[in-house]
């Protein structure tokens, strides 16, 4: 039987066990821009490139606040993020509500997960197309999250979603252990923002129109800056990609100048060693000769 057989509804298996419909929406989270999430010891901070459909319309919304405490940054369908994220505000007015506190982050993506997942094993429904990354701060520290249509969550130190974002889990991966002890907002920006920028195609450049930055932490609720208050981190990323290519630029200038002082020394070496072997076929040539004369005189 043909594979479209298997993806009418989000309840049929196919034969080697999988579920189209879930596979469909993941596959939506890598049309969507990306987003990528950094989280230290006390702050966590969340980057994401916007977008606009047509030069004549305004850049789509990519971090929604739910709290003073939490938010979320989306990659996929939007109107599926917004009715995850009033989902999140009604759990978090509903915990203050009962019990006078803050939403705990953990609480908040098991709720929203248990919510897809149930899309997964219901006939007529779908699953949600979009991907999130959950920031919060809560009693027990700084949290980062990663939220799947399939209703999988992983927490993490590091997290990037939508187009390209293999190359800023790269990015991450790499850095981990810089990122892991930072201790300024300002250094956990840079880093999403260097993330951030190797996801972008040649002829996209990070500017403040299409870049979103938000940080919660420590004493410091959930706030996102658009436009022109981005634009300090900007220039600071700006700044230490200078200083790394004029590091590389120094470091190679440092391995040409060795290798010529290499060159010269072996080409010094090399003459005097024409030099010595000159003078040894020069003692043998004479030599003989010296012989001669005394063999005649005798």
């Known amino acids: 039987m043909f594979r479209n057989n298997y993806d009418n509804d989000s309840v049929t298996y196919s034969p080697t066990g999988r579920l189209f419909q879930v596979e469909y929406a993941l596959e939506a989270i890598k049309q969507g821009?990306?987003?990528?999430?950094?989280?230290?010891?006390?702050?966590?901070?969340?980057?994401?490139?916007?977008?606009?459909?047509?030069?004549?319309?305004?850049?789509?919304?990519?971090?929604?606040?739910?709290?003073?405490?939490m938010g979320i940054a989306l990659a996929g369908l939007a109107p599926d993020a917004r009715v995850l994220s009033n989902y999140l505000r009604k759990l978090a007015m509903q915990e203050k509500m009962a019990f006078n506190r803050p939403l705990a982050t953990s609480k908040a993506v098991l709720s929203i997960a248990d919510k897809a997942q149930e899309n997964t094993q219901s006939y007529g429904s779908r699953p949600y197309g979009v991907g999130l990354l959950v920031a919060g701060y809560d009693e027990s520290g700084a949290h980062l999250y990663e939220f799947l249509p399939s209703g999988s969550v992983l927490e993490y130190y590091g997290a990037s979603i939508g187009a390209r974002s293999q190359a800023a889990r790269t990015y991450l991966e790499r850095n981990l252990d810089a990122i892991r002890d930072c201790t300024t907002v300002e250094q956990l920006i840079v880093h999403g923002l260097h993330a951030l920028r190797d996801t972008l195609s040649q002829d996209v450049e990070l500017t403040f129109k299409n870049t979103s930055v938000a940080v919660v932490g420590k004493e410091t609720d959930f706030t996102v800056y658009d436009d022109e208050n981005v634009q300090q981190w900007l220039d600071k990323l700006d700044s230490v990609s200078n200083a790394r290519n004029r590091t590389d630029d120094d470091d190679d200038d440092d391995n040409d100048d060795n290798n010529n002082a290499g060159g010269a020394a072996g080409a010094t070496e090399g003459a005097k060693e024409e030099v010595d072997a000159a003078a040894a076929t020069q003692d043998g040539t004479d030599a003989p000769k010296d012989e001669d004369v005394t063999m005649a005189d005798a």
């Not at 980057?47 to 459909?53: C, H, W």
């Open 33 to 69: 821009s990306a987003a990528v999430g950094l989280a230290s010891k006390s702050h966590v901070v969340l980057v994401a490139l916007k977008r606009n459909a047509e030069e004549l319309g305004s850049y789509q919304k990519k971090i929604i606040k739910v709290d003073d405490h």
